[in-house]
């Protein structure tokens, strides 16, 4: 059983990035899947969570407008596309999943995938 974030680089303030979280080992359909990431001398923050049985997607007011998480149950990955991308979204994002609807009550306590470097200069 494994997630791995994929598709972290160096961008520009402005620009965009798409984050994928391939997961191995069992079925998206029955998993809320979350991005979160961490930035150098910060806590884990929440970036926002897609249940992949109906779709129902949650973001954090910090990203909202400007990220969209999607999935493919087919190919067993889950996206995060980022666009208008600060500075200050600069930091290791991780994907994880567990059960549960998500929402801003979600917290993954089962699976955690390795993180990839996103880094926005100014």
């Known amino acids: 059983v494994q997630l791995q974030a994929s598709g972290g680089g160096l961008v520009q303030t402005g620009g965009s990035l798409r984050l994928s979280c391939a997961v191995s080992?069992?079925?998206?359909?029955?998993?809320?899947i979350g991005w979160f990431r961490q930035a150098p001398g910060k806590e884990r923050e929440g970036v926002g969570c897609i249940s992949s049985s109906d779709g129902d997607t949650y973001y954090e007011e910090a990203v909202e407008g400007r990220f969209t998480i999607s999935g493919d149950n087919a190919e067993n990955t889950v996206y995060l596309q980022m666009k208008s991308l600060k500075p200050e979204d600069s930091a290791v994002y991780f994907c994880?999943?567990?059960?549960?609807?998500?929402?801003?009550?979600?917290?993954?306590?089962?699976?955690w995938g390795q993180g990839t470097q996103v880094t926005v200069s100014s």
């Open positions: 994880a999943a567990d059960i549960g609807s998500c929402g801003y009550w979600w917290y993954p306590l089962k699976l």
């Open positions: 080992g069992f079925t998206l359909d029955r998993y809320t």
